[in-house]
């Protein structure tokens, strides 16, 4: 299967602070990236569809402004939470789309605001 | 709201036996249907993909699709203790043009030693 990085996997940071995560596709060009939020216990949350050389599309709820997507290669798409406070801390999750709709997932990056 | 229903379990199955895990969807347009598994603590990890009426297998996995009645099953033949996790079904509904999925809240799948 495809392979999808995430880094940070573990980040830790001060309320206020501005937090970067970055998924890379691997081994493939991904035209399109997701990205997911997950809270303890509970089910996948889509944020947003990046895509590349393009605005990202936010779903229904979640602040653009707060969650800054940038998509700048076929390969490469950051998060950037601005600004993050103690509600933000989540497991954050990428993907990529592969072949039509199949996506592979990122390993995640857990994110403690403190 | 286009809908992916499936039962949070948790499904108990003991070593050795099949487990069988449902879900269906609300959108009769969806063409596409995913199975994903979802270890405690990582993210989701693809198993298959079934976009035709009838059985796809790979290994000890089955998947199974009935459009008609807006229906997907996940069967695990033989199940071991290391297939313990959370399993989510999800599906592109139709008219979709940014290849969104629609993913169930999961069924948690506990196979006994």
């Known amino acids: 299967g495809a392979v999808v990085s995430q880094h940070p996997s573990w980040v830790i940071c001060k309320s206020g602070t501005s937090v970067k995560i970055e998924c890379r596709s691997l081994?493939?060009?991904?035209?399109?990236m997701f990205w997911y939020r997950q809270f303890p216990k509970q089910s996948l949350m889509l944020m947003a569809t990046s895509n590349e050389g393009s605005k990202a599309t936010y779903e229904q709820g979640v602040e653009k402004d707060k969650f800054l997507i940038n998509h700048a290669s076929l390969t490469l798409s950051t998060l950037t939470v601005t600004s993050a406070h103690p509600e933000d801390s989540s497991f954050y999750i990428c993907?990529?789309?592969?072949?039509?709709?199949?996506?592979?997932f990122g390993p995640g990056t857990r994110l403690l605001v403190l | 709201q286009k809908e992916v229903e499936q039962n949070s379990g948790p499904l108990s199955v003991p070593e050795g036996a099949i487990a069988s895990l449902n879900c269906t969807y609300s959108d009769r347009g969806s063409q596409s249907f995913f199975w994903y598994r979802q270890y405690s603590g990582k993210s989701p990890e693809l198993i298959m993909f079934i976009y035709s009426n009838g059985d796809k297998e790979d290994g000890r996995f089955t998947a199974q699709l009935n459009k008609a009645s807006q229906y997907v099953s996940l069967l695990i033949r033989d199940s071991q203790p290391s297939d313990s996790a959370t399993y989510l079904c999800a599906v592109n509904p139709s008219g979709g043009s940014n290849y969104k999925l629609t993913f169930g809240k999961g069924t948690l799948l506990t196979v006994n030693p």
């Open positions: 993907s990529a789309r592969w072949q039509q709709e199949t996506q592979y």
């Open positions: 081994d493939f060009q991904a035209t399109t």
